[in-house]
Nanobody, 128 residues
Framework: VQLQASGGGLAQAGDSLTLSCIASGPTISGYCAAWFRQAPGKEREFVALIKWTGSETRYEESVKGRFTVSRDNAKNAVYLQLNSLKPEDTAVYYC??????????????????????WGRGTQVTVSS
């Protein structure tokens, strides 16, 4: 599976953006999907995840209520809706996948090491 994230860009505080992650190759059904971000000089951090059926989502505390993760398995796509953007949301955003059975067996965590397939990131820059 290869992943390609898109939809980033320049935004002002309070604006919205929608990030897309399209997978090429086998279906993403059966995979847990996640979004991470990395700001300059900082560690990559977890943002959100969604289980393959969409039955469970998780969010990093600072984005709860502002970001929404979703997926369309038929389109091999995962999305991240970013609302009420803040300057501190500025980062490169990455999507990642892991087979859900493997992810669950490993503890179902939100560390970057819990996900084995990564796409190239998309830059989000938010000005105040």
């Amino acid at each position: 599976v290869q992943l390609q994230a898109s939809g980033g860009g320049l935004a002002q505080a309070g604006d919205s953006l929608t990030l897309s992650c399209i997978a090429s190759g086998p279906t993403i059904s059966g995979y847990c999907a996640a979004w991470f971000r990395q700001a300059p000089g900082k560690e990559r951090e977890f943002v959100a995840l969604i289980k393959w059926t969409g039955s469970e989502t998780r969010y990093e505390e600072s984005v709860k209520g502002r970001f929404t993760v979703s997926r369309d398995n038929a389109k091999n796509a995962v999305y991240l809706q970013l609302n009420s953007l803040k300057p501190e949301d500025t980062a490169v955003y990455y999507c990642a996948l892991e087979r859900e059975s493997r992810w669950t067996a490993a503890g179902g965590g939100t560390e970057s090491t819990d996900f084995g397939t990564w796409g190239r990131g998309t830059q989000v820059t938010v000005s105040s």
